[in-house]
């Protein structure tokens, strides 16, 4: 499959390398650094990262480099494939690629979405460069780049394009999106999202559901029980 891929995908990295100079390569092809890995395994480290949401370090331990490498062949490989947008279950030829894309679809289908986010653990940017700390996780502490990931009730993915730095909430990653105005426009569409997205949830009550506020320390016994079995029915339905 990766075989079959690889030539596609080097050539749209072709072009968007001639694109970037503004034309033709300066240099004949191989001069330069030499590629510790081939297309073919940043394809694949890219694929698994994207897949897996897993830090950088893991797949350099797997292919015996540095992690700076990982994170250069991702950083270049996937650009590559967000364009063709994420396959739609069941619909064949049917790939959405947008924010748009994804609500008319739910919207047309009936279909009740999933929202979640995910925090990946990046490198620390080089000292002194501009926005460094917007990459700092308020939650993990760490270094982060932040994804929000769209499903359908059977917890297949559907969209997953918003990927912010991580000090930015989840709900204004997607805020950036637009998803408020579409949320407008499709009235009929619902979602459940984690506590995360509570303020999207308080402004459309009657399509995004999201656990209640937490409860004061000294708040009932029963309250908290009953907020915590919500999210645990909430976290077990989106898979």
Excluded at 35 to 53: A, M, S, Y
Excluded at 83 to 109: K, S
Excluded at 142 to 166: C, E, Y
Excluded at 169 to 193: C, L, N, W
Aim: hydrophobic share 35%.
């Amino acid at each position: 499959m990766l075989e079959e891929l690889a030539p596609r995908w080097q050539a749209a990295r072709e072009s968007a390398l001639h694109e970037r100079r503004g034309g033709d390569r300066r240099r004949a092809a191989g001069a330069g650094p030499r590629q510790r890995l081939v297309f073919v395994d940043r394809l694949l480290v890219t694929l698994v990262h994207l897949r897996l949401g897993i830090a950088h370090a893991a797949p350099a331990e797997l292919c015996g480099v540095d992690r700076s490498t990982v994170s250069g062949a991702i950083r270049e490989v996937r650009p590559l494939p967000a364009p063709r947008g994420l396959a739609v279950p069941d619909r064949p030829g049917v790939r959405l690629q947008t924010m748009e894309n994804l609500l008319a679809y739910a919207d047309a289908e009936g279909v009740d979405l999933r929202i979640d986010g995910a925090e990946v653990q990046v490198r620390r940017p080089r000292a002194h460069r501009p926005g460094r700390k917007a990459f700092v996780s308020g939650k993990k502490k760490q270094n982060t780049i932040k994804t929000s990931a769209f499903s359908d009730p059977q917890g297949r993915a559907l969209f997953s394009g918003v990927v912010r730095p991580g000090r930015m909430h989840d709900q204004s990653a997607v805020r950036t999106e637009g998803i408020a105005e579409q949320f407008h426009q499709h009235p009929e569409v619902k979602a459940e999202a984690d506590e995360g997205y509570r303020g999207l949830a308080d402004e459309f009550p009657g399509q995004v559901s999201a656990p209640a506020k937490k409860p004061k320390d000294d708040g009932p016994p029963g309250e908290r029980h009953a907020r915590r079995e919500q999210r645990r029915r909430q976290s077990s339905a989106r898979g």
